[in-house]
């Protein structure tokens, strides 16, 4: 209307207008919290909010862990991220995958006990098996099974680390070992609900992932702090810093760690120990937790040398073949501890047996620049 006045027909779309914006503010759509998980499956209700976001961060921390592991193994840069935390069954896991897989078994027997395993797909086990290799991308085979294994060993022994963090307890896990799954439907769950997390892994500008299957009781434990209780082992108390019971360097020394030593700590009438400092050596003192590892067993492996040879060539070796390394005669030999070079040495003949003396102990740094 001319005048400034509204006609009816006017206020009556004014009004329904007022209407339709009141509906649409009284249902507002609720954002949607993942905290990094997803949950489904009757076995949400059996693990809760917290718990979860307990196992996240662990992932997190295991998930640096195994990437800079891998990478310091293969001496490729390898990276494990954005980890997330899922509550499922079997029917889900092998819903989320096709084709044939490879899974890696590592059940907890020590410190925590329970089913514990890695999946990963054809192709990415393919990309990490040629990686362990050193070679191109070809078949599985026996041969790169073990290489996975091997591969995975190095993992899950970072990730036990994580764990005894916040356990306070050595954890072990047995033997591990890689099978082929023709489909996911083969894939050996820890039965029922169960824990599925699950890795970004990327190197060499490929990207896939990596399925950690773990039992709930398990996982709550790990995420509730208190594995050996949820798993019917007592955690152990953290004991008293005393001296290094190896009266050497120990695994601190040997490995570059830095942790600052702890005040003495005496309990009543027990008198601690005390050794004498090593006089060669960067390091001199041991933290009061690694006491805690001394009884571990590592794998200490002495390498004459390395060479690259096609299938056709290894399948046509026999009595007589002779390969040559890629280290010329007198060279020093290398001396790994879970795959990571430490030292160099010369054989030597002890009585009727082999044995290797130790001419350089690599520095930390030099093994960093490995990795470049």
């Known amino acids: 209307m001319g005048d400034g006045s509204l006609s009816q ?95 890696i078994a590592a059940d907890y027997s020590e410190g925590i006990k329970g089913k514990h395993s890695y999946i990963v797909g054809e192709d990415t086990a393919k990309q990490m098996a040629a990686l362990m290799m050193a070679q191109d991308e070809g078949e599985l085979t026996d041969m790169s099974l073990q290489a996975l294994t091997e591969g995975f060993s190095q993992m899950s022994g970072a990730s036990l680390n994580a764990i005894e963090e916040r356990v306070k307890s050595p954890v072990k896990t047995m033997s591990l070992e890689a099978v082929i799954r023709e489909d996911p439907a083969g894939i050996d769950t820890p039965g029922g609900d169960f824990i599925r997390i699950r890795y970004d892994i990327k190197t060499d500008g490929k990207s896939a992932f990596v399925d950690e299957l773990l039992q709930i009781e398990t996982a709550r434990g790990i995420a509730g702090n208190g594995a050996g209780a949820a ?15 190896d009266g050497g360097m120990g695994l601190e020394g040997l490995f570059g760690g830095m942790s600052e030593q702890g005040p003495a700590q005496q309990s009543v009438g027990v008198q601690s120990v005390q050794f004498s400092p090593l006089t060669q050596g960067p390091h001199g003192e041991v933290s009061g937790n690694i006491g805690l590892l001394m009884d571990v067993s590592m794998q200490l492996t002495v390498e004459l040398g390395r060479t690259k040879m096609l299938i056709k060539d290894i399948l046509g070796m026999g009595e007589g073949t002779i390969v040559e390394l890629d280290k010329l005669a007198g060279e020093p030999v290398d001396l790994l501890v879970n795959g990571k070079l430490i030292a160099k040495g010369e054989v030597v003949v002890i009585d009727e047996n082999f044995g290797v003396r130790v001419t350089d102990i690599i520095s930390p740094m030099e093994r960093i620049s490995n990795l470049e």
């Open 9 to 103: 027909e006017e206020i009556d779309a004014l009004l329904q207008g007022a209407d339709d914006l009141g509906a649409a503010i009284e249902t507002p759509a609720a954002p949607e919290v993942t905290m990094g998980a997803e949950r489904t499956g009757g076995g949400a209700q059996a693990f809760g909010d917290n718990e979860i976001q307990k196992l996240v961060e662990f992932a997190q921390e295991a998930a640096q862990s195994m990437g800079i592991t891998l990478s310091t193994v293969t001496a490729k840069k390898v990276d494990m991220t954005n980890p997330r935390v899922e509550v499922m069954d079997a029917d889900t896991l092998a819903s989320q995958h096709s084709g044939r897989l490879v899974q």
């Open 231 to 245: 798993a019917g082992v007592p955690a152990m108390e953290p004991e008293p810093a005393s001296g290094s019971s």
